[in-house]
């Protein structure tokens, strides 16, 4: 039936693009679907240069020649586990820079959008840069605080597994989006496509 090359961002694609592609698979199991993780900037060149047909990004694109879609809306929240210091403190934000600072792998969308929320509140902070599958079993083992996609962590914080904490500021909000080349495409790319569209957020 052909393949679909795709590659995603370490965030969403550690935490979101399986559950999304889980059902086409299913579904079609003749197609081939051949996944890589990458940076924004390498993925939109790979898209760019026809090396992959769609890719799933931790930020809008907003690239000429390319269309893209919003699969979800997030808001970014500041979290450490539940017996964490930080979680007794009434203004935890003014404190940060006393304990460890788990961070997203530099360069990512989520680890900019963490950066913006946190503002000049972590500076100082000692900072631990982790890979995305190892982040979330750090917070909860209560080697630090960091800043997550509320959608990421939200079973995570209902279970009691990790404790959202105030931080002073606007709400910041991460979108996870799914583009492609413009133009005519494939029969396997159009299918996977439109299902896709059938699972995205509905504005």
């Known amino acids: 039936m052909g ?3 795709i590659a995603a961002g370490h ?16 579904e079609h199991p003749q197609l ?14 790979m898209l760019q240069d026809g ?5 799933f990004a931790g930020s809008r694109v907003e690239t000429p020649g390319i269309e893209a879609m919003i699969m979800e809306r997030t808001e970014m929240v500041l979290v450490a586990a539940p017996g964490h210091p ?3 403190s009434r203004e935890p934000a003014k404190e940060l820079r006393d304990y460890r600072h788990l961070e997203h792998e530099r360069g990512t ?6 950066a913006q929320l946190l503002g000049e509140y972590a500076e100082g902070a ?7 599958g190892a982040l979330v079993p750090a917070l909860m083992a209560g080697l630090g605080f960091a800043v997550m996609p509320r959608a990421l962590v939200e079973t995570d914080l209902v279970a009691g597994r990790l404790t959202a904490l ?10 996870f989006t799914a583009a492609r080349r413009e133009g005519v495409h494939t029969p396997a790319v159009e299918l996977l496509w439109q299902h896709l569209r059938e699972v995205a957020i509905r504005d």
């Open 126 to 132: 000692e900072s631990v840069e982790l890979e995305e």
């Open 32 to 45: 081939g679907l051949h996944l890589r993780l990458a940076r924004f900037r390498e993925m939109i060149t």
């Open 166 to 175: 105030p931080c002073p500021g606007p709400p910041i909000l991460q979108a």
């Open 86 to 88: 930080l979680t007794a």
């Open 3 to 5: 393949e679909v090359a």
């Open 109 to 114: 969308a989520t680890q900019l959008l963490a």
């Open 11 to 26: 965030v969403v694609g550690a935490h979101r693009v399986p559950g999304w592609l889980a059902p086409f698979v299913t």
């Open 51 to 55: 090396e992959v047909d769609i890719i």
